[in-house]
């Protein structure tokens, strides 16, 4: 089945600081999404990226699927964007393949 | 309604015990998904349902694990003789299609004592 890998796995932050959080897969997918896990473990929806560049605030995404990777971008972090950051890909029609995800801490 | 909604949010059961979780979608929407997440990793495929259809039922575990969607809407899935590594936080999402942006509801805790 398709792989998909997440970097980092930890990041730590200082509020204020920008980051980039990176997702590869082996093969060619039809649906990329990327979610924001709270500490209540629900998962929060932040794109719908199979392909281009998207941006919502301060999270921008893009995804390169000639290249098979995508990018999320966040700047002027904050603390509440602490979380599990997921990458997950749809290749056939069905289910999503989750990435191992990427802890963010933010440090006041 | 407004979102995916999943019931009970928290279960715990005795080993041996057969327990049923419930997902009710967002309106409208023809796929259902669930997902296991252990603690620590990323969610894991379990089965899907396109309307009432089961068409992948590939990430089931074991014969154990029975799922539902009679009437295309809510979803059941059940698990039978309960053990300790079923413990895990069962999720549900739904979709306008199979490839389309899924949303999920905040998912069940199973707890297997």
């Known amino acids: 089945g398709i792989q998909v890998e997440q970097s980092p796995p930890d990041l730590i932050l200082q509020e204020g600081a920008n980051s980039t959080l990176r997702c590869n897969f082996s093969?060619?997918?039809?649906?990329l999404q990327w979610f924001h896990q709270n500490p209540w473990g629900q998962l929060i929806n932040l794109f719908y990226?199979?392909?281009g560049t998207k941006q919502n605030g301060r999270l921008s995404a893009t995804t390169v699927a000639t290249e098979r990777y995508s990018l999320l971008y966040i700047s002027s972090s904050q603390t509440t964007d602490s979380g599990v950051y997921f990458c997950?890909?749809?290749?056939?029609?069905?289910?999503?393949?989750f990435g191992d995800g990427t802890t963010l801490t933010v440090k006041p | 309604g407004a979102g995916v909604s999943q019931s009970p949010r928290y279960k715990v059961a005795k080993r041996g015990q057969d327990v049923a979780l419930r997902c009710d979608p967002i309106?409208?929407?023809?796929?259902l998904f669930w997902y296991q997440q252990a603690l620590g990793q990323g969610p894991e495929f379990l089965t899907y349902?396109?309307?009432?259809?089961?068409?992948?039922k590939s990430g089931l575990p074991s014969d154990r694990f029975f799922a539902e969607r009679p009437e295309g809407s809510v979803s059941t899935l059940k698990i039978q003789r309960t053990q300790q590594e079923d413990s895990a936080v069962y999720l549900c999402?739904?979709?306008?299609?199979?490839?389309?942006?899924?949303?999920f509801g905040q998912g069940t805790r199973l707890t297997v004592v």
């Open positions: 093969d060619s997918v039809n649906n």
């Open positions: 997950a890909v749809v290749r056939n029609a069905g289910k999503s393949t």
């Open positions: 999402a739904s979709s306008f299609g199979s490839s389309l942006e899924a949303f």
């Open positions: 990226i199979p392909s």
């Open positions: 349902f396109q309307n009432e259809a089961q068409l992948d």
């Open positions: 309106s409208g929407h023809v796929s």
